[in-house]
């Protein structure tokens, strides 16, 4: 059974930068079922949504919201799926989490990284 499992949140000033890790389990990420990989946020009350997604091809594609601020990369030999967050603002405080994205089917939530930007 596939699994993501997020690390990496907390709480930074605006301006400043966190990294989030996604770690699948259960398969290898160059699996073709699991080729594209999503970062996803969500704010209390509201939908999830895909901010940023990659597939095994090193494609990127990125909302607008996060574009020039966020990067994601994956490193195939430890199953992981990053999020590099840079001059981040109090709207990014969200629940960030990882999934399928793309043709690759959506999986169970994981628990999420929760992100707090503040003052």
């Known amino acids: 059974q596939v699994q993501f499992v997020e690390s990496g949140g907390g709480s930074v000033q605006p301006g400043g930068s966190l990294r989030l890790s996604c770690t699948v389990s259960?398969?290898?990420?160059?699996?073709?079922?699991?080729?594209?990989v999503g970062w996803y946020r969500q704010f209390p009350g509201k939908q999830r949504e895909l901010i940023a997604d990659?597939?095994?091809?090193?494609?990127?594609n990125y909302d607008d919201s996060v574009k020039g601020r966020f990067s994601i990369s994956r490193d195939n030999a430890r199953n992981t799926v990053y999020l590099q967050m840079n001059s981040l603002k109090p709207e990014d405080t969200a629940k960030y989490y990882c999934?399928?994205?793309?043709?690759?089917?959506?999986?169970?939530w994981g628990r999420g990284a929760q992100v707090t930007v503040s003052s």
């Open positions: 259960g398969s290898l990420l160059t699996n073709i079922r699991i080729n594209e």
């Open positions: 999934n399928g994205a793309g043709s690759a089917p959506l999986r169970s």
């Open positions: 990659i597939n095994n091809g090193d494609w990127t």
